[in-house]
């Protein structure tokens, strides 16, 4: 019995901890049929990455396992990010940059998981604004 105990205890640490450092989910959703992650993320201005990682370990990293009916969190207190860009058909890291008038090195910094390259971005992913400093979310 003490055994199944501290076995409950260890598999629930991992989502305790998260939800205590998380902080409190500002914005949260409902899933309906037919949902995806980009649909949610442009209808909710929150980004794509940040819905994944907010979520991470209960939306999978394909996005196909949404549940309709249940809800999930889009912005956790000081996590924030509000302000977003759809990225659209022909965008590249340098249309994108000169669009918002700002330099390539201020979108990478500001968007730290897209690839020196550019090759990780696609049509309908939406992204945090350029003009955002993904650091402060």
């Not at 501290?6 to 500002?26: E, Y």
């Not at 309906?32 to 979520?55: K, M, P």
């Amino acid at each position: 019995m003490f055994s199944n105990a501290i076995t409950v205890a260890l598999v629930a640490l991992p989502f305790v901890a998260q939800s205590v450092l998380a902080g409190d989910c500002l914005r949260s959703y409902k899933i309906s049929e037919g949902d995806i992650c980009d649909s949610i993320s442009a209808a909710n201005n929150v980004s794509t990455y940040q819905l994944a990682t907010i979520n991470e370990g209960y939306i999978d990293a394909t996005c196909s396992n949404l549940d309709p009916g249940a809800t999930i969190c889009l912005g956790y207190e000081n996590e924030d990010c509000t302000s977003t860009h759809v990225v659209k058909a022909g965008d590249l890291c340098e249309s994108i940059a000169a669009e918002y008038s700002i330099d390539i090195a201020s979108l990478y910094n500001n968007n730290p998981n897209i690839l020196d390259d550019c090759s990780n971005i696609y049509v309908g992913e939406v992204r945090p604004s350029p003009l955002y400093d993904h650091a402060k979310c």
